[in-house]
């Protein structure tokens, strides 16, 4: 199993939403800043369940977090028509920084 380390700030306040089975997924997106002259990667996260259920209303735009998850690929299909790929965390831990 792959596993990746992120530490930077969330870009948008998290999405939650529940599956069938009432199961809560919260998504997000974080901004691993890699240096000054270098652009941010992105990273699309989604983490399951009652934890993170009760992190929800924490996870805000810049709030600093570090995630742990295991790294996926995924493909689609653009509104232009184009094919494009996506790398995405199923988070399995997560802890807010700051104050």
């Not at 997000?28 to 992190?55: E, H, Q, Y």
């Amino acid at each position: 199993m792959n596993s990746l380390t992120i530490t930077g700030n969330l870009g948008k306040d998290a999405e939650t939403r529940f599956l069938q089975d009432g199961k809560a997924v919260v998504s997000f997106s974080v901004a691993d800043s890699t240096g000054r002259d270098k652009p941010s990667i992105w990273w699309n996260c989604a983490m399951f369940g009652d934890r993170a259920s009760k992190l929800s209303p924490y996870l805000v735009k810049g709030q600093q977090v570090t995630v742990v998850g295991a790294v996926t690929e995924r493909e689609f299909t653009d509104k232009d028509g184009q094919k494009r790929k996506t790398m995405d965390v199923r988070v399995n831990d997560l802890a807010l920084q700051g104050g």
